[in-house]
Structures are given as structure tokens and as C-alpha cells.
């Protein structure tokens, strides 16, 4: 069946403004890191997608890893783009990023500039586009000059091959080195992609400061702690659960008593504002405006729609958020 978006698909989504940019980003976008890959249901992936773009998730983040095997999320979504999506191209923001191992031999990885480059061309062939909407160093490179890195993004914007550019996971400091290069070379830094969640705090120690005073977005990465600030693990570790798998991001050994104790009372607070604590904890990745777009992942329709949700009550009592640091720090 010919897919058709949603004629009301952008009046409940919140979008906001990337910093000091002209872009606007939905405050929750999708990222294909897990369920998109050649091993997972396309037609479930399909679904997703779909029904994020008629829920007003205009925001779309990829990788050149992502799968398994590497490359196949974007060649997935490369074809949704060639089936479903190519009469809204323009209505879309596609991301993806390079610096993890992607392939053999000394240049397949890291942040040199015969890697960045080359693994671009890569991606867009995979999804058969002539550009990006925005390129990531996807980490920060330790053996690698940090003006080649940032000297490959600009190239590949004055290349056409990318409209703006990111970085991703990168420290503090060096993200203030970053800034400064790319002004000087006229390409600003668009957007960092920083891990953040009510259990990983560590982008509140100065990062959000630097961003905040340069201008740059943005978008928290495992908002939801790889699903520990849900509701799936209250009453221990499902089978089916991302702790309970093997080689997964979140191993059992972080499901402690302690990280479960706080999650029930982070349950509770959630319930008393009428939502579940995914919500929550995407409404307080979300709270002071200081990150542009929450980063979701989903294995199924139900979990963007309830995600989604959480726009409609993103404010927080001053009780609440007392309450909630008691719990974080205790």
C-alpha cells in the first residue's frame, strides 16, 4: 500500500530551535541504532518509521555502524526513503555519523579525514541520498589532530555532501576546541550528541555551559538508560529485556537492587503526574530547554506513540524535581 503522511502530523509535535541555527529539531527524534538492522523485521521497522513521521518526528539518526551487520540500518532506510518517504525528502532531517570501526585496515575508523570522508560517500550510497542533513564525528579521535577531524566536517559541507555538522561523545574541553576551529574555518558547529539521562549526568558538569554560550544544540543519546528508566524492570529482568541478552549495551550487572529501589520511586512520581516513567524521564532530559531533542530508540509502534506523549506535560514542579534529586542522589 502507498504510504501517505499524516495531513495533522505537525500540530502536536514541539520543535525546537538547534541552538543558534535557522533548524528547528522535534524535541523527541528516532534514532535506528537497534531494531533497524538486516537481522531485524523490515516491515516492523517500516511501521516505526512511518508512524514517527505521522506523530511529527521529523528527525531521523543514523550511523555508519548501525545494524547488524555495519551499514544496514542505513540501507534500510534508504529504501523507506526511495518507497515511502521521497515525496517529503524535504520535510526531513537525516543524521548520520562516522568513527567507530566500520571496516578493515588502518583507515577504518576513528576521526582522520580519509576515514570521515570516505565512509560519508558510503552512507549516502547505502541510502541513495546526494546529501545529509547532518554529519557527526561520532567520537572524539586521540591520535588525530583535532583540526583534521574538524577540518574534514567543514570540507564536507563546502563539499555539498552535508548540510551542517555535529560531533558526538566529545569532553568538554575538547568540544570548546571544536567550537573555536570550526568558526575559524566558517563552518559552526551545529549540534552535539551527548549521552544524557537521569542516571548519566556528566554533560551538566560544564558541557551544557559551553554549548549553551557558543550557540550549539543539543540531542541527549540514552535518555532512557537503555530502557532502565522504564517500566520494564521494576519487578526484576524480563527474558525478552536488553539485560537479559547477550553482547547488548546494557549488561545484567547494572540492574542492581540500588538502581531498582530508585527506579520504583521515580515510578512513583511518574504515576502521580499521570505518566509512566519513560515519560518522565523524557520530560526531564527535556526540562529546562537547554537540550534541543531527546534521542529515542523503539522496538515497536506502542513505544513511539507513548513516547511522544510525554509533550504533553514536559513542566515540573519545584517539589518534583526536589523530590526526584533525593532519589538520584541518595
Known amino acids: 500500500m502507498t504510504y501517505k503522511a499524516n495531513d495533522g502530523r505537525y500540530k502536536e509535535m514541539k520543535y525546537n530551535r538547534v541552538g543558534r541555527s535557522g533548524l528547528l529539531l ?11 538492522g ?14 514517527a513521521f505521522d506523530l511529527g518526528i521529523t528527525h531521523f539518526d543514523l550511523a555508519n555502524n548501525y545494524g547488524p551487520p555495519p551499514g544496514s540500518a542505513e540501507e534500510m532506510f534508504g529504501k523507506i526513503l526511495k518507497t515511502d518517504f521521497a515525496p517529503y525528502r524535504d520535510e526531513l532531517v537525516i543524521s548520520t555519523k562516522a568513527g567507530y570501526h566500520m571496516w578493515d585496515g588502518p583507515y577504518g575508523e576513528w576521526g582522520s579525514k580519509k576515514y570521515l570522508i570516505a565512509s560519508l560517500d558510503q552512507s549516502l550510497k547505502r541510502m541513495g541520498l546526494d546529501y545529509v542533513d547532518v554529519f557527526y564525528s561520532h567520537r572524539p579521535d586521540p591520535n588525530t589532530p583535532l583540526e583534521e577531524t574538524m577540518g574534514a566536517l567543514d570540507q564536507i559541507v563546502r563539499q555539498g555532501k552535508a548540510l551542517y555538522v555535529g560531533i558526538s561523545s566529545y569532553d568538554t574541553e575538547q568540544t570548546a576546541e571544536a567550537v573555536k576551529i570550526l568558526n575559524d574555518l566558517g563552518t559552526p558547529l551545529l549540534i552535539h550528541q551527548p549521552s544524557y539521562s537521569m542516571f548519566n549526568r556528566w554533560i551538566e558538569n560544564g558541557l551544557l555551559d559551553v554549548l549553551q554560550e557558543n550557540g550549539v544544540g543539543s540531542i541527549a ?12 524492570y521494576i519487578s526484576g529482568i524480563p527474558t525478552d529485556s536488553r539485560a537479559a541478552k547477550a553482547n547488548t549495551f546494557l549488561s545484567e550487572e547494572r540492574v542492581t537492587e540500588d538502581v531498582i529501589s530508585k527506579v520504583k520511586q521515580l515510578n512513583e512520581i511518574a504515576q502521580n503526574r499521570d505518566q509512566n516513567l519513560a515519560q518522565m524521564a523524557l520530560a526531564w532530559v527535556l526540562r529546562e530547554g537547554r537540550v534541543t531533542s531527546a ?19 514536559l513542566e515540573f514542579s519545584n517539589e518534583e524535581l526536589s523530590q526526584i534529586e533525593r532519589i538520584l542522589k541518595g
Open 221 to 232: 543519546f540514552c535518555p532512557l538508560e537503555q530502557g532502565l528508566l522504564t517500566n520494564k
Open 38 to 51: 538486516g537481522v531485524d523485521s523490515f516491515e516492523n521497522g517500516r511501521a516505526m518509521l512511518r508512524r
Open 295 to 313: 534521542l529515542i530508540g523503539a522496538s515497536k509502534v506502542s513505544q513511539i506513540e507513548e513516547n511522544v506523549a510525554t509533550l504533553h506535560h
Open 26 to 36: 522535534p524535541a523527541i527524534s528516532l534514532g535506528l541504532w537497534h531494531n533497524f
